[in-house]
């Protein structure tokens, strides 16, 4: 293997790197080094590449997973002739009725009140509490504070569905006099508190990250301290800001144990009465504020529908193919808000 | 060296010696895609609320004797009764008591089928301890569970909306429910549960609620009913005396939510068959329906 022109000692010859005269010693260094570096590009090449692997595997998954809930979803169009209007939109859900119907509106409509309610508890909350982490809280408070909020995303969910079960519950349906506490609100609640940890540890990154020089400018400008966060601090940290929220929603779209724990579960539709025609405009406000924007009513959402009927579901039955359309709508709702996110977490890369 | 060798063929021939001990004798031939596979398998096939009973059964049964093997299937209770007369089972776990054209066709067949219970299936309709309502007819509770009926005082308790809480569809309990309070036994009825009434996933989460809110009414399977909450007792019809539920009402027949669980076998048992029946009505075998919130024969 040695190019060595003088390596006729068979020392040396056993040592490529190893040469005795001036002349063979520079070139020996200088074949060496080329050839170090060529193992170097080499092993560079196969890291490279196995990395690259590593993240097509990702891809695949996500692609196959989406592949695998079409598969066993879409005969429910095709052979078993359901019209997907009517899947969507349909408000009975009877699967094990005879006959069987299959209309999953009231679980779209509980995932999306659950959700949306969440949000609007945790994104505010959240915010507020990653400024006063970033930019207010003395370093000893931070220091405590930052670990203990993410410590509550390791809280199993169903530690936090089984403590609102056994407490949340009761003291929601005392609070505002419900006839159950088994509604909307309960799990919006606990939903809310298992966002905050991932929405105030993204969000105050983001707002770390805004450069020392905006906060300097601006109070050195005149600005007082919340003027600055307001004006400078908080739309530079903007985009980061959005993936937060977005990383928090998905977590509470795709959250099973909890809201089948303490929703409620019933196929009811929620603000189902928007939709009565019957009903003057005056009287579907007044029963929308009266039912707390449908909170205070039973949630079923789609991921504890899965979840609970899923095992003992025959295999390849319409029913079967119903909850994989379920799964598979789920799966494209959450896609796109983690596309939303990304496109968002991008956008504050860029500025 | 040869210390080694030795002990290593030592160790060798005591591993081939466990292997086969442990799994020669509980493999039977298989591959005739038949359920009798060999003269000592049972095949059980019917109810579906029967099968996690069933299943329990031969699990403990396989565990007692080595050498017996039983083969569970669901599919329903006239699935079941189909199998026997055609020969494809030895047992048949129903819910239900055969029908005359049933036993007729057995009969012709020339095996007339022997019927056994074997456990009870009993459901309390539980509510708050401090619900005043003493007891409820059959029909009253079909009316507040397809939502007729929402307010308490409707049915003598205080004004109040009542919380219907029922247990998902995956649950025998829930069918078992339906068809025969719901739909009052009635299996083309096209009531339904109320669109309101919660769905519970498991008996113990509507124990809980009902402990503690003092609206909600609630049904579960006997062993489930604890001093946190009153089963109701329950009339089968208006001017009927209501029937508290107890393994005693249950198995006397007058208690209405109620219904015997069968397994159907082609003629007298014997053999295999006969040997795990004998299992099932055992105290072990009893234990098991305990075990699994139904009531025992004995």
Known sequence: ?351 | MQHTRRLATAVLAVAVLLWSAGCAPTRPPSGTGRTRVTPTTVAIKGSDTMVNLNQAWAESYMGENRDARVVVNGGGSGTGIAALLEGKTDIAASSREMTAEEIAAATKAGHAPKAQIVGLDGIAVIVNAANPVQSLTVAQLAAIYTGKTTDWKQVGGNAGKIVLLGREVNSGTHVFFKEHVIQGGNSTSPAEYAKATLFVSSSQAIVSEVAHNARAIGYVGLGYVSDAVRALPIAPATGKPAVAPSPESVVAGTYPISRPLYFYTRGEPSGAVKAFLDYVLSADGQAVVRELEFVPVT
Request: net charge positive; with cysteine; aromatic share 8%.
């Open chain 1, 1 to 351: 293997m040695s190019s060595d022109p003088v390596s006729h000692e068979p020392t040396t010859a056993r040592i490529p790197c190893a040469a005795t005269s001036t002349a063979s010693r520079f070139a020996a260094r200088r074949s060496c080094a080329e050839r170090q570096a060529r193992r170097r590009r080499f092993w560079e090449w196969i890291i490279e590449h196995a990395l690259l692997l590593i993240g097509l595997v990702a891809v695949a998954a996500v692609v196959l997973v989406l592949l695998f809930m079409l598969r066993d979803a879409l005969p429910l169009f095709f052979a078993d002739h359901l019209s997907p209007l009517g899947f969507i939109f349909g408000t009975e859900w009877r699967p094990i009725s005879f006959p069987a119907q299959y209309g999953i509106w009231a679980l779209i409509m509980g995932t999306t009140i659950v959700t949306a309610g969440a949000s609007l508890i945790a994104i505010p909350l959240g915010f507020a509490c990653a400024v006063y982490l970033a930019e207010l809280a003395p370093r000893a408070v931070r220091e405590v504070m930052k670990p203990t909020v993410e410590l509550l995303a390791a809280i199993p969910s169903v530690v936090i569905g089984f403590i609102g079960y056994a407490l949340l519950n009761n003291w929601v349906r005392d609070a505002f006099r419900l006839p159950t506490g088994l509604c909307a609100l309960t799990a919006v609640l606990l939903l809310a508190l298992m966002m905050l940890p991932t929405i105030i540890s993204i969000a105050e990154d983001a707002i770390t990250a805004v450069p020392r020089s905006y906060r300097e400018g601006s109070l050195a400008l005149g600005a007082s301290l919340l003027s600055t966060i307001r004006h400078a601090i908080l739309p530079a940290a903007g985009s980061g800001l959005v993936a937060a929220a977005m990383l928090g929603i998905g977590r509470a779209l795709g959250e099973t144990m909890v809201v089948l724990m303490v929703a409620g579960n019933s196929i009811e539709v929620p603000l189902g009465f928007l939709g009565n025609p019957d009903l003057t405009l005056w009287h579907k406000l007044a029963t929308l504020v009266q039912s707390g924007f449908g909170l205070f009513g039973p949630a079923r959402t789609m991921t504890a529908t899965v979840a609970s009927e899923m095992g003992e579901v025959a295999v390849g039955s319409v029913h079967y193919h119903a909850l994989f359309a379920v799964g598979a709508l789920l799966v494209l709702m959450s896609l796109t808000i983690t596309l939303v996110s990304d496109v968002a977490l991008r956008r504050v890369k860029r500025s």
